[in-house]
């Protein structure tokens, strides 16, 4: 009897250690290692099921469109472990910076992706200047050189029964292609409407 109970034991040992490896596995592939955030596929379906549930619990659901301004000037002038070594500090910055409950993701190349739950517009528009700010105080370190970097922002909120996560994240893309063409480093939300410019060349 003592041989069956510790052959189970043994049995089970086994297979909570399978369950966590497994687990593990998944996670890593869930993840990109050099920033930590999750990768574009997973992040799709959790947006998908965010907003599903913001549909029917009523509460705001925003997103957060980011990219590294001038990145190419920086693979190009230092080379692309230097890249990659702004991309690491910007995935700690994120990861210290939002909630945990926020979905980091690495979208693609320098641009990132933030899924923001139970969060209306303003304040989105709030957590997404506070990293803003903190990108351009980063001071990273590569071969005896200190590297600055600034980041362009695009900001968009969930409308009433939207389910699919594609118009979202292009009105959030659309934000942070406007805050490149105004010039960089700066936080644009989407479906702002659009600056009058006076007779006298001021903006009303």
């Known amino acids: ?61 925003a997103l957060i469109m980011f990219d590294v301004d001038r990145f190419k000037s920086i693979n190009d002038r230092y080379g692309h472990l230097c890249g990659d070594a702004v991309l690491a500090e910007v995935g700690a910055k994120m990861r210290a910076s939002l909630r945990s409950s926020d979905l980091k993701c690495r979208y693609g190349g320098e641009e990132f992706l933030i899924l923001l739950p139970e969060t209306p517009l303003d304040d989105a528009h709030r957590a997404a200047e506070t990293l803003r700010r903190e990108f351009s105080e980063l001071e990273i370190q590569w071969n005896g050189r200190v590297i600055r970097v600034t980041s362009s922002f695009g900001v968009a909120c969930a409308r009433p029964n939207e389910i699919d996560p594609t118009p979202v994240i292009a009105r959030a893309d659309e934000a942070l292609y406007r805050a490149k063409r105004a010039g960089r480093n700066c936080v644009r939300v989407a479906d702002d409407p659009p600056a009058v410019v006076t007779s006298t060349g001021h903006v009303a």
């Open 1 to 61: 009897r003592r041989l069956i109970v510790g052959a189970a034991a043994a049995l089970l040992g086994v297979s909570v250690r399978s369950v966590y490896l497994l687990q593990e596995v998944r996670e890593s592939s869930l993840r990109d290692s050099l920033t930590g955030c999750v990768n574009r596929a997973y992040a799709m379906d959790v947006v998908a099921t965010e907003l599903m549930r913001a549909r029917r619990s009523h509460l705001p659901v």
